[in-house]
């Protein structure tokens, strides 16, 4: 007896009265640092882990929870920290493992959480495993990695790298090709082999014990390969064709289940898959029936562009919701991060209404229903970078895609175009932090990546001495959500779904209900103000000035409590 009614305590605690899952990460806001482009302490002109230390005091004052670094370890960084040459190790760019402790001690401090991006797919060529493993085919080291025999002049089948060219490079060493599903230098392991996961399962668990309250998981969807290596059918995109074969492969989910068993869930963490599903499929990752992992981030919405606002956006949005919305189903929201350009360049309007499209697609992150996920400077409003050359730019997949369109015939400024467009670097730029030579980012004379010339207007500082700017804006949004578990846990229900320019939803928690209203265009839209609703924010109105008028203004967004 005794024990039931302690069994129904727990229970309690965790599932409110709605059947509410309480876990941490649920409740939790997410900001995302591009280490390399976050702070610069040492003056190398590389962000580091004393410049995330320095910064932990504005993170909390946003109101920040939980912070997700990307990757830090050991690496020769030719895709900026995914090629993983040590994952036991930081690189000496990032600092020292001193460091690394001193940062997390002042997370804990406050009572914030850390979560690491973990590159489970593949390593860097340069990891031990492949040097050793890629040298022979008798080290033992071989079979963590995925070969074929076949002779230099012909692959062993069709199969794309997701960065361009083929999935497969000659290895002379050893006579074969290696499969790799982003750059040469970034070798698949092989999961088939039970030494490659307990390896890994091993190295989550040293940073686990050392308090790491979890991992974004990099390319996790891609884990698991169809062996028999039939031939893609590449007529509808890449997506399309590893579906099955790479992606959601036939033992990702025995996988999953297996490192939750081993590893994740003997600890109170958060995990957020990258992975590339459809929305109907995605429950199969996040179910917790199936002990996998914790959330998904999915990629719907990231490729969403100012074209697609509106209708297309809603669509989306709330198929992914319906989607992961019974009670015990989870999902995240996330406009952007360090793979796209910036959201208030792609969905808002950063040209006439950059604060006010900010500070709107910032309502919907905070109200909408999931664990948040702001990509730093997005609570700046930070826009994309002006590229005039492709010299200009770092990133390694603009490179191959600028060379790639060339091949298809585009002209060197029109293949531009569209690299500068889209180039992962607009989003890669370093935070402005004031107004200050290289935005107060580097005290270096030159910072890895140029600084965005608009910092002299978009910065930290002066967001901070204004309380209509787009930070203040945040803090309230995030406090807001804070303070009431109906931004959390409320149900959703989209009341707009037909209307092309606004979006009107509501959340529900028992006798609470709360209205946001979007507009999504930079054209004012008459608007019949709720008559039991109160007005708790409206990002045109001062603090607590209840203004409110019959329209909504360019891209306004307002927050009501209906009863
Ligand atoms: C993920 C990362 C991306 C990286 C790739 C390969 O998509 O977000 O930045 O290039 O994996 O690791």
Redo the contacts with the bound molecule.
């Keep these: 007896m005794k024990n039931y009614i302690w069994i129904a305590i727990t229970l309690f605690c965790f599932f409110d009265a709605a059947g509410q899952d309480k876990k941490w990460w649920r409740a939790t806001v997410v900001y995302q640092i591009y280490p390399q482009s976050f702070k610069d302490a040492d003056g190398d002109g590389i962000g580091d882990l004393k410049g995330i230390t320095q910064k932990i005091d504005y993170l909390h004052q946003l109101g920040v929870e939980t912070i997700w670094i990307n990757p830090f370890y050991k690496s020769p960084g030719l895709?900026?920290g995914?090629?993983i040459a040590d994952y036991l190790a930081i690189d000496p760019q990032y600092g020292t493992m001193a460091d690394f402790d001193a940062l997390l001690a002042g997370l804990k401090k406050r009572k914030m959480h850390l979560i690491m991006d973990m590159?489970l797919?593949?390593t860097s060529s340069e990891h031990e495993w492949f040097r050793q493993g890629s040298s022979s085919r008798q080290s033992p080291f071989h079979d963590f990695y995925i070969w074929q025999k076949g002779n230099r002049d012909s692959l062993p089948n069709n199969w794309p790298s997701i960065f361009g060219g083929s999935a497969w490079t000659w290895n002379e060493q050893t006579r074969e090709y290696y499969l790799h599903m982003?750059l040469d230098k970034?070798p698949d392991l092989n999961w088939d082999n039970p030494l490659v996961r307990q390896s890994l399962y091993k190295m989550m668990r040293f940073w686990l014990d050392k308090g790491v309250d979890g991992f974004r998981l990099?390319?996790i969807s891609l884990i698991s390969k169809n062996k028999s290596f039939p031939p893609m059918d590449l007529s509808k995109g890449i997506f399309a064709a590893l579906n099955g074969n790479v992606n959601n492969g036939p033992h990702l989910h025995r996988y999953l289940h297996e490192m939750n068993d081993q590893v994740l869930r003997k600890y109170n963490v958060f995990t957020v898959g990258?992975v590339y599903t459809d929305k109907d499929s995605a429950w199969q990752y996040v179910a917790p029936a199936r002990n996998e992992i914790s959330a998904i981030h999915f990629f719907d919405g990231l490729w969403l562009s100012g074209k697609t606002t509106g209708i297309p956006f809603k669509n989306t949005m709330d198929g992914w919701n319906t989607a992961l919305s019974g009670k015990q189903s989870w999902n995240t929201v996330i406009l952007t991060?360090?793979?796209y350009p910036r959201a208030v360049s792609r969905i808002g309007n950063d040209s006439m209404y950059r604060v006010e499209s900010a500070k709107m697609l910032g309502a919907f992150l905070l109200t909408y229903r999931g664990t948040p996920f702001i990509f730093q400077g997005e609570e700046l409003g930070m826009t994309n970078y002006p590229f005039n050359n492709i010299s200009e730019i770092k990133d390694v997949?603009a490179h191959t895609g600028f060379a790639a369109l060339q091949q298809q015939g585009m002209s060197d400024s029109a293949a531009f175009v569209v690299i500068a467009m889209t180039t992962?670097d607009n989003a890669r730029t370093p935070i402005q932090w004031d107004a200050s030579p290289n935005a107060g980012f580097t005290t270096a004379e030159k910072p890895w990546l140029s600084v965005n010339p608009d910092f002299t207007n978009i910065n930290a500082a002066s967001q901070q001495a204004d309380t209509m700017s787009v930070l203040h804006f945040y803090a309230r949004l995030i406090a807001l959500r804070k303070a009431n578990p109906v931004l959390i846990y409320g149900d959703f229900e989209d009341k707009s779904p037909k209307d092309p320019s606004l979006y009107v939803y509501t959340r529900t928690l028992k006798t609470k209900q709360w209205q946001i209203v979007l507009n999504m265009t930079a054209t004012e839209v008459d608007y019949t103000v709720p008559t039991t609703g109160k007005l708790v924010l409206s990002s045109y109105g001062k603090k607590g000035q209840n203004d409110a008028p019959s329209v909504l203004r360019p891209y306004e967004a307002r927050i009501y409590r209906l009863h």
Excluded: G
Aim: negative net charge; proline residues 0%.
């Design positions: 895709d900026n995914y090629d590159v797919n593949h982003f970034q990099d390319a990258e991060n360090h793979d997949t992962r």
